[in-house]
């Protein structure tokens, strides 16, 4: 079976810091990855997706990059944190062939908070 | 552009009550549905799906009809239980080989005992 793992499970990092989250896929291959952010109390915004790896797709411009070095591994960056990059960051995966039900797996999720 | 649009919540209802949480999409083509749920803390997980006009998705004593004709996909269970308390989205996939799922703003659920 598949599974997604995401990390760490929270960080408290200051302004100006930099940021790396981690997501790993098993069970699959080349997989479609996400990287959405939930504000508190709103609802889901798209970040970044990635159908291969070396392909990312930006959706916000903003102060923040993704990269997939392995077919099921994608990062999630920033060189200099804002307070407005606090959210929760949820990582998600789909089978390479959208349109066909195959529905969107999440993972557990990063809760940052940038003091 | 594709697009959902939830009821907006929160919703609060008595144990054993009827639930419905409306959903509504505009898509080109035949989009494939979705309802996720989300406890506090966690992230999304599948609910159910239904890929084609008529289908329709269930789990967990939830159900919801693809509606076509009314571009609709409400969410429904006959008893809720406090358990059900979380966050509800409703999702679309196009299926024009975009690769974006877009998802409605969630409806919070609180059931009391």
Redesign the interface.
Known sequence: SQTIH?WPATLVQPVGSPLSLECTVEGTSNP?L?WYRQAAG???Q?LF?S?GIGQISSEVPQNLSASRPQDRQFILSSKKLLLSDSGFY?C?W?RSR????????????T?LTVT | GNSVTQMEGPVTLSEEAFLTINCTYTATGYPSLFWYVQYPGEGLQLLLKATKADDKGSNKGFEATYRKETTSFHLEKGSVQVSDSAVYFCALSSTSGTYKYIFGTGTRLKVLA
Do not use: E
């Not at chain 1, 349109?99 to 557990?108: D, E, M, Q, V």
């Open positions: 995401q479609n996400y709103r609802g889901l798209l997706y159908v949820l998600a789909s959208t349109g066909y039900g195959s529905p969107l797996h999440f993972g557990n999720g809760r």
